[in-house]
């Protein structure tokens, strides 16, 4: 496995296993992250199986990114990330996508993907959900010549994914000490 893969594993990883359990941290916060799903062009009849299947597909691909992250870089292993990497890529693009077309129209949509929103999404949100998207297509790209990896380069690698999701699930803290706040457009 190369340590651009076991990067990515992490990183998207860990970044869709907070997303999901910020979202089930309490039936209050599950009801805002449902709540907010209409601002994202969602149709009312559609926005809990929309929620419902969302949740889903991070926990089911951060339960393949994971453990494959520690595997064997052959058989299971392999093909487990290989598969997560690319759900992952899947998953981002329709949330960049959804990101995009919300900050579009000005809909006043809030990101819940770390817990309660404090800002209208902005197209900083969409870069963010972007970079998110290469970063699972590099993983995945890099997935099919990996091979005899050095152990201690691949717990840096690791320990590099940990630190950039971390600052994914900070994003709006660091961004808004980098650029500011966001003006509110709702």
Known sequence: MTYVAVFA?????L????SAVSKVRGKAAYAEFVASVPAFGIPAR??????GATLAAEFVIAASLLPAAALPATGAGRGLALAGLVLAAGL???LTVAVWRAVARRTGAVC????????????????RNALLLLVALAGA???PGADGADPAAVALAAAVGVVGAVAVVRFEDLAELFAGPVPDAR
């Open 15 to 18: 970044v869709l296993l907070v």
């Open 92 to 94: 981002f693009g329709v």
């Open 46 to 51: 559609w926005t809990r199986p929309f929620a």
């Open 141 to 143: 790209a890099a997935m």
């Open 9 to 13: 594993m992490v990183l998207c990883g």
């Open 112 to 127: 819940r993907c770390f817990g309660p929103a404090r800002t209208v999404l902005a197209p900083r949100h969409v870069v």
